[in-house]
């Protein structure tokens, strides 16, 4: 081996060791906590009953297997507007409201949280909010998140949020994100500076065309949010075609479980934030968060000013 090949081995030695050790020093600062995560996946459609059913059928399911929390894709109980009906005119509020009663008395029973996607009414003359709520063990709604960056033809039937959600459930700070959220990583690093452990992106990129470009980019753009900012992401999908199935990322960007394509599906994983994961960007990350854009200390010096001599 050259000079130059071991003195790469042993820098990628060296990043691997202290990418390591600051994961596990910010992990001792931050709070730690253990949480078995239930993804959910199911064909969401415009028949709010029928939705129900799914989401029921699977908070069953994902009890029976010892989850504390149970993970619900973007509007997986009301359909979405714009793609399984054409708008709100007409919408049944009054079932949404009697189905939403009945997931909160589920999970009262069970003694689960629950992120139900959903949408959410405002008052006369404002378009409804994209919405994730936050439902704790005894059934109660604790909070809510609405999308943020809705898309242009989500504003056609949407209102965007503006706020950011955290919750704490067995020692893990978790943070809610819809969608094309993920397009923006400023939303992941205010998360971030928040002290989140653990992110719930729920999604709706179904009834795509075959081929179609966001299977290929969304799942490794949400690895990369994971991998930059040393979190977990459940990471959700409805299952109707053209789509892609959900996943469970660890904080090092590795993706730990996937349900399979285009069938319902519960997977539960569990999110321990006393494990070390490889972390290369963790011993920069909050310097990086306050602008100091490079590592080390910058010199001064004539030829470094001079950016033309060689």
């Given at each position: 081996m050259s000079a130059t090949e071991?003195?790469?081995?042993?820098?990628?030695?060296?990043?691997?060791?202290?990418?390591?050790?600051?994961?596990?020093?910010?992990?001792?600062q931050a709070t730690?906590?253990?949480?078995?995560?239930?993804?959910?996946?199911?064909?969401?459609?415009?028949?709010?009953?029928?939705?129900?059913?799914?989401?029921?059928?699977?908070?069953?399911?994902?009890?029976?297997?010892?989850a504390d929390i149970v993970h619900f894709s973007e509007c997986a109980l009301s359909g979405y507007a714009g793609v399984d009906f054409k708008g709100f005119d007409g919408f049944d509020w009054?079932?949404?409201r009697k189905e939403t009663e009945s997931i909160l008395a589920l999970a009262r029973e069970l003694h689960v949280w629950v992120v139900l996607g959903s949408s959410h009414r405002?008052?006369?003359g404002h378009k409804p909010r994209n919405a994730l709520y936050v439902i704790d063990s005894e059934g109660r709604?604790?909070?809510?998140?609405?999308?943020?960056?809705?898309?242009?033809?989500?504003?056609?039937?949407?209102?965007?949020?503006?706020?950011?959600?955290?919750f704490t459930v067995n020692g893990v700070k978790c943070g809610l994100l819809v969608c094309f959220d993920l397009r923006f990583p400023e939303l992941y690093r205010g998360y971030s500076e928040l002290g989140v452990q653990l992110i719930f992106h729920s999604f709706y990129n179904a009834k795509r065309k075959a081929g179609d470009i966001l299977p290929k980019i969304m799942p490794p753009t949400a690895r990369a949010r994971a991998a930059t900012n040393a979190m977990f992401i459940s990471m959700n999908n409805s299952s109707v075609k053209y789509a892609?199935?959900?996943?469970?990322?660890?904080?090092?960007g590795l993706v730990a479980d996937v349900l399979p394509l285009h069938e319902p599906g519960v997977m539960v994983n569990e999110v321990d934030t006393g494990r070390a994961y490889y972390d290369a960007s963790g011993p920069y990350r909050a310097d990086a968060i306050r602008g100091k854009l490079h590592s080390g200390e910058v010199v001064e010096d004539p030829r470094s000013r001079d950016r033309t001599c060689f």
């Open positions: 071991i003195g790469a081995a042993c820098f990628l030695l060296l990043s691997l060791a202290q990418g390591a050790a600051f994961s596990q020093t910010t992990q001792e730690k906590g253990r949480l078995m995560v239930a993804t959910c996946q199911f064909p969401v459609t415009s028949d709010i009953a029928a939705n129900a059913d799914w989401i029921r059928r699977q908070m069953r399911e994902a009890a029976a297997r010892s009054e079932g949404l405002l008052g006369e709604v604790v909070d809510r998140y609405d999308k943020r960056f809705c898309t242009g033809p989500d504003l056609h039937y949407y209102s965007p949020g503006n706020h950011f959600v955290t892609w199935p959900s996943r469970f990322i660890t904080p090092d």
